[in-house]
């Protein structure tokens, strides 16, 4: 889902593939400083726990690719777990049912996001950082500021559970990856969103209805927030009224560490897993090496800015070799 | 020189001058790699101590913190140092590990998680939310790691110990207590309560606002001498306390009591009613920092409960050290009613600095 043409070579791997690349990098520095990282259950620990947030950044991919951005995302996770875990708590209510009802709040209120933004034209920003308000009244509305327990354990078992030996939130990831994969590169939908991002005019004249599409983009965000709600919820079998709390700005950092520009335009689902197991080993190696919790926080940001720092050199350095090999091409064709 | 539009001449020695930009990129990335591997290097090496089974010369001891604010700070440098004493006096190693989930349950349980791996001999835990930190618990279980469910009261007895020594419906009561005996005292008097809250996903703390509202709803009712005629959150913040505090006076102008779920909440509503030259008005708090046992003997703050942090630490560390090398404790020991003090103007002067 790039815009460069493939030219094939070892640097334009490495150019494409910078958040595994980096990723690579920072395991091999986290196993220097803790014997314990490189550990089964460590490892299985850091996937585990950045299976929500990957699931929220791969909707948040094709958000930000087609030029949008969603603030409410965090909120939008609390409300969602709490319907989630109220319904399923209804009696001989099945699960099913239960995350359905998740997927349609979340659905919801992201076309609710999008209508906004389509009707009024304005600006997403401003959009989903008032309703992210909105929502997390809504939650406390809801609960009445009391987190819902005492869930079903087939609730409690999607987020703590195993499949054989791998966690189900790591095989719901997986699925979510695999589809959002196919759904951002290989459907008309997903290009024509990626387009918009790109040059919305441009995209308009050739015929991409923008209205349609940003809804689309929107609801797809939604089915994202649903099934990590319902993974969160599970993980702590309660519904939280501050779940989700500040998982925008991961998902943020994820996507753009993976190489989706805030701009939009460009979309990398790969980028945006590597990305958020960038920031989980981050947190982990911080977490073991017992550095001091304060010092986390500022650790933590510099890092992710390192880690952008690096990603945004080594994109220049891609360019001018690209450049570079084009005039010698064209000089050797002379 | 770097630009869009500027071409740079040939060098001198005949090489090209883009080869020597690209030399420049690749240096400063090659930089850039070598100061990330040397700040990781610069990492405190609590990691870099070869794990050893911890044996009859070295307890590890884990610690999962909920927040750490001004108290939970106190009491964490308290225990500290009573490891360092533990240590000069019988010559085992303590080694401390210590995590903040700074109020975020999906965090916490990340953070157990992380404790677990590094096999300490007991895991201290102060839940964020009674419920949703119930599956760190689990985890430590599973893992056979000894756990405490360590004064947030966590609702889970599957932990080696429940120790109990901040009881925040308890500390409710408290307050609600004082202001029962102040009407007693002060027969013609009533009281227009505004009580300002914690933060709306902190349900340990929430029970200070239940404690004190249950006590007054069950001695005098809903319209009788002491009513809460407003309640709002301010998140443990002054500032939004001030703000709330505004509003109110302006809202309710017979409001004569506001009752805080912190102090610093508390010295919030303290500050708006003395710049307002409002007299009368009661305002009361929890944890008894500095600020308001200065308040008290001012006369501006009415009264606080002091939480005997030391007492606590010590408490603790005894308690984790027991429970690290086995030995056999209570499984519930509660030590609320000794370390909650509650002080206003008849007995600050024992506590002033």
Redesign the interface.
Known sequence: MRGRKKTGGPMDLLMRNKAFFILA?LVA??S?????FL?G??LM?VV??VC?SAIIGIGFTLVVASGCIDLSVGSLIALVGVVAALVSKQEGMPLVVAMLAAAAVGVACELANAALVNVFNLPSFIVTLAMMSVFKGAT?LITG???I?RIPESFVEIG?GYAGVVPIPVCVMAGVAALGYVVIGKTVFGRHAVAIGGNAEAAKVCGVDLANTRYGVYAMMGVCVAIAATL?TG????A????G??MEMDAVAAVVIGGTPLSGGIANVAGTIFGCLLIGVI????????????W?LI?KGL?II?AI??DV??T??GA??AK?EKATEGKAAI | MKGRHYVPPRARDGRDENIHIEEDHVKKLKGIVLCALLAATLVPCGAADKKSPAGKDRLVIAYSFHALDVSMSAMWKGIQAFGKKYEADTGVKIKFLMTNADGSTEKQLSDVDSLIVQKPDVIMIRAVDCDGSVPAFKACVKAGIPCVNDLMGANTDIATVKFMAVNNNYLGRMLAIRLEKYLDENPGASLNIGFIDCDPASSTALQRGVGFTDYLTQKFGTKGRAKIIARKYANWSTTEAMAVTEDWLQRYPDINCIVAANDEMGLGAMNVINAAGKKGVLILGIDGIDAARQGIKDGSYFATIVLDVAQIAKYDFDLAVSVAKGESVEKNYDISSKIATLVDSSNIAGYLK
């Open positions: 990098v520095v986290a220097c400083v803790s014997p314990v550990t259950a460590n620990n585990r726990q929500p406390y500021n009391a987190p327990t703590q969160l993980r702590a079998a309660s939280q009224v501050a779940a709390s500040g947190n982990n190696m911080l977490n073991i090496a017992n550095v001091n919790s304060n986390q650790a890092l390192l720092v690096l050199q080594s220049k350095l001018r070799i570079k």
